[in-house]
């Protein structure tokens, strides 16, 4: 009945305790190895090269190398393998999903025999991330649990009239966790002996993807000096899908056989950047160049609701409590980007490239007209810090025939845990008949992350390592 009147008088206070994260603000600075098939064969290393489309997301100036005008699309599959590390125990789960990497349309103007060889723009789209996963966590753990966190929590929220709608009170009203006393005081303790055994599982089931829309436009400076600016209009769609379960409970006490947690969002963004660079031909077979790219400024909207389930084998018999809608609007800027690359020819038979690039994804921040993130923007600052990312493709030409190779070495963001690296290897094929392209790649990239499945100060993480393998296709034209 106590239950019941405190849930009749409360008021619902929309936020979501798990929106806007310094996780989230990582993994929408972050871009793959995407785009056109030559590009993605080379592991990404097109700084210094040019004349390719997906470049012109990292170097634009690589527009003023085309000679003719070219239309290409790139279809992708893409499989993705977590491997989950947690308590002992070892869980894999895998996803696969269909989708087009890039379409990209180039108009090159005449070349001329003024100083000014010619100025060429294009329109199109690269994909820059996949977030199509899911993942599998499981474990025993004596040392605590998520409804620690909850109670940890409430007594910082005090009186029941305060406590979070989307997750502590919810707990609340399914019995988890009781006031210590009778008189609504904002204190609260767990109805679970946590130090006891119990089984934690999760599964996250994420979906959705980023991209770019490209507006570039190039020139040449006598074919020796290659300028281009990007207007990029990046969007980003992510939906996840998470369910926690705490069961096999060794305190009986309480008669709490399991309980579910169940969190829902789905986060949607567009943005504006601008991305400037430059190519300097130093002699016949060797390029160097140069890329700055500013902030991304998007302006984000989530939409969020949780539940939560607890089966008792006594009169409490099933506990249901879903959370009200939520929905928030943000705004994010992502880290400044600055890159150098440099690019051999061999005697026309292939060539070598690399690319250096460097992100401070300490320096993103969130922030709203109603909400000036000071915590979550804290905590963005001292978990992460500066990356350089490092990528190396070649090509060897047997005329119509390309081969290719590549490897990027993506340096980790957080302070901590320098360890957690980004590596991938690549490989392709191409027939390049000068009007006609068709080109192939395969992309494996592995990378290690962790995941706290609740307070990072309650629970210690699980290890996550994504095997990832792409394969796309290039058809182009050029006219």
């Given at each position: 009945m106590q239950k019941l009147l405190f849930s009749l008088l409360s008021v619902s206070l929309f936020y979501y305790s798990n929106a806007q994260t310094e996780i989230d603000a990582l993994r929408y600075s972050k871009t793959d190895i995407m785009g056109t098939a030559r590009f993605s064969a080379m592991a990404g290393a097109y700084g210094g090269l040019g004349a390719d489309f997906t470049a012109l997301s990292y170097n634009p100036a690589g527009i003023g190398f085309y000679q003719f005008s070219e239309l290409t699309v790139t279809p992708s599959i893409f499989n993705n393998t977590a491997t989950s590390y947690f308590a002992g125990e070892k869980n894999t789960d895998e996803s696969m999903r269909f989708n087009f990497s890039n379409f990209g349309y180039l108009v090159a103007s005449q070349k001329n025999d003024k100083q000014w060889k010619r100025i060429n723009m294009a329109f199109g789209y690269n994909r820059l991330a996949n977030y199509k996963n899911r993942t599998y966590i499981n474990g025993?753990?004596?040392?605590?649990?998520?409804?620690?966190?909850?109670?940890?929590?409430?007594?910082?929220?005090?009186?029941?009239?305060?406590?979070?709608?989307?997750?502590?009170?919810?707990?609340?009203?399914?019995?988890?966790?009781?006031?210590?006393?009778?008189?609504?005081?904002?204190?609260?303790?767990?109805?679970?002996?946590?130090?006891?055994?119990?089984?934690?599982?999760?599964?996250?089931?994420?979906?959705?993807?980023?991209?770019?829309?490209?507006?570039?436009?190039?020139?040449?400076?006598?074919?020796?000096?290659?300028?281009?600016?990007?207007?990029?209009?990046?969007?980003?769609?992510?939906?996840?899908?998470?369910?926690?379960?705490?069961?096999?409970?060794?305190?009986?006490?309480?008669?709490?056989?399991?309980?579910?947690?169940?969190?829902?969002?789905?986060?949607?963004?567009?943005?504006?950047?601008?991305?400037?660079?430059?190519?300097?031909?130093?002699?016949?077979?060797?390029?160097?160049?140069?890329?700055?790219?500013?902030p991304t400024f998007y302006e984000m909207e989530d939409e969020y609701s949780t539940a939560i389930r607890a089966n008792f084998n006594d009169t409490l018999d099933v506990k249901y409590e879903a959370s009200p809608f939520g929905y928030f609007n943000y705004e994010l800027k992502t880290p400044w980007k600055t890159m150098g690359s440099i690019a051999i020819n061999i005697r026309k038979q292939g060539l070598i490239t690399a690319d250096i690039e460097m992100i401070d994804y300490a320096s993103a921040k969130f922030n709203s007209d109603t909400e000036k993130f000071t915590e979550v923007n804290k905590l963005i600052n001292t978990t992460y810090q500066k990356a350089t990312n490092i990528r190396i493709g070649g090509e060897l030409k047997y005329k119509p025939f390309r081969i290719r190779a590549g490897y990027a070495l993506y340096g980790s963001p957080y302070k901590e845990n320098t360890e957690l690296e980004t590596k991938s290897y690549t490989f392709g094929l191409g027939i390049d008949r000068g009007y006609f392209i068709l080109d192939f790649a395969y992309i494996q990239s592995e990378r290690s992350d962790e995941h706290f499945m609740y307070s990072a100060k309650l629970i210690a993480p699980a290890t996550v390592v994504s095997t990832t393998h792409q394969f796309l296709f290039t058809l182009g034209l050029r006219y």
């Open positions: 025993y753990n004596s040392n605590s649990s998520l409804i620690d966190h909850f109670v940890a929590n409430a007594n910082t929220q005090g009186v029941i009239n305060n406590l979070n709608s989307f997750a502590e009170l919810l707990a609340w009203n399914s019995y988890l966790f009781n006031p210590i006393d009778t008189i609504d005081n904002g204190n609260y303790i767990s109805n679970l002996n946590s130090s006891l055994s119990k089984r934690q599982e999760k599964i996250i089931e994420s979906n959705g993807n980023s991209g770019e829309y490209v507006f570039t436009i190039g020139t040449s400076f006598e074919d020796k000096i290659y300028l281009g600016a990007t207007i990029g209009m990046p969007n980003i769609d992510y939906r996840e899908k998470s369910t926690y379960t705490e069961s096999e409970f060794a305190d009986t006490a309480t008669h709490l056989q399991s309980f579910e947690y169940h969190e829902e969002f789905s986060t949607s963004g567009n943005g504006f950047n601008l991305k400037v660079g430059a190519i300097a031909r130093l002699n016949d077979w060797i390029k160097v160049g140069g890329a700055l790219h500013s």
